[in-house]
C-alpha cells in the first residue's frame, strides 16, 4: 500500500510561517510529480506546489507563487511546503499527492492526475 505522511499544519497568525511536510515512496522521484494542493470549506481542492523529482523542476500556482517554496529532502524522501506571509485566505486542508505526468503543469491543475493521495493537514491562518 502506498502511503503519503502529511505534518507540519497547525494555528498561525496573519503574516506568520508554516512549514509543512510530505514523507513520501522513493518510487515518486522517479517519472512522477509530487504536489501540495489545499482544499478549503465549501471550495474545490487546488493545486499550491509541484516538484518533479527527475528534472528538478517546480512550479507554483499564482496565489502563493511569491510566498510558498517547494522543497525536495531525497535522503529522507521528503518534500516540504515553506510558507511565509500566510493570510486568512491560505486557510485549508493542505493535501500532498503523487501523480503521474512528465511536468508539474498538468498535476497542478488537474487534481484528476494524483493517483495517490495523503490524509491531509489543517492550516489554519488567524486575522
Known amino acids: 500500500e502506498v502511503q503519503l505522511v502529511e505534518s507540519g499544519g497547525g494555528l498561525v497568525q496573519t503574516g506568520g510561517s508554516l512549514t509543512l511536510s510530505c514523507r513520501h515512496p522513493a518510487f515518486a522521484f522517479t517519472n512522477y510529480a509530487i504536489g501540495w494542493f489545499r482544499q478549503a470549506p465549501g471550495k474545490e481542492r487546488e493545486g499550491v506546489s509541484c516538484?518533479?523529482?527527475?528534472?528538478?523542476?517546480?512550479l507554483h500556482g499564482a496565489s502563493v507563487k511569491d510566498r510558498f517554496t517547494i522543497l525536495s529532502d531525497t535522503a529522507n524522501n521528503t518534500v516540504h511546503l515553506i510558507m511565509h506571509n500566510l493570510e486568512p485566505d491560505d486557510t485549508a486542508v493542505y493535501y500532498c499527492g503523487v501523480g503521474l505526468a512528465l511536468d508539474c503543469g498538468p498535476v497542478l491543475n488537474h487534481p484528476s492526475y494524483i493517483i495517490y493521495w495523503g490524509q491531509g493537514t489543517p492550516v489554519t491562518v488567524s486575522s
Open positions: 516538484f518533479k523529482g527527475d528534472t528538478g523542476s517546480t
